[in-house]
């Protein structure tokens, strides 16, 4: 199985592909989509939809994990809520199906701990990766964690028992 896993930001938002078969993860593609705030909005979000788009078209993954939105303030939430819109557009226009994971339980299931700070993220990410390059910095790290994160949750049975009861 194909994840990418996404870390929505305006400013910067990563993005992590890995290959799975369900015990064991693969590094294929991680990145970061850089935009200015200097820029329009709709320029800012319309980079973040095509740089997400192209990763789905080229790479053609088999479900999209994106982290849930977290913030304390209502304007941070709002801006943040666009940019995960955009990418979860791209999302929808291929027809992927889309999880979303709380940042404290892809930390959880990823390093053992839902409090790990940056540092302790980049090690776990290495580590599930057999990469020490994988995580070149924490956005790409919170998407290849969002990325894990699924990867283990859909293997779980009790998911399976969820999806079976729907």
Known sequence: MR???IDPGLTNTGYGLIDTDGSNFKAVEGGVVRTKSSEPMEKRLFAIYKVIR???QEFKPDAVAIE???ARFAKTAL???QARGVAVMAAGEADLPMFGYQPTRAKNLVTGSGRADKEQMKL???AHL???DAAKNEHVADAFSIAIAHAIM???SAVAAIEAAK
Request: hydrophobic share 50%; no cysteine.
């Open 79 to 81: 801006l943040l809520g």
């Open 3 to 5: 994840i990418l896993g």
């Open 54 to 56: 192209d990763v789905i």
């Open 154 to 156: 859909s293997g779980s």
């Open 68 to 70: 849930d939105l977290h």
């Open 124 to 126: 776990a990410i290495a």
């Open 130 to 132: 057999g990469d020490p």
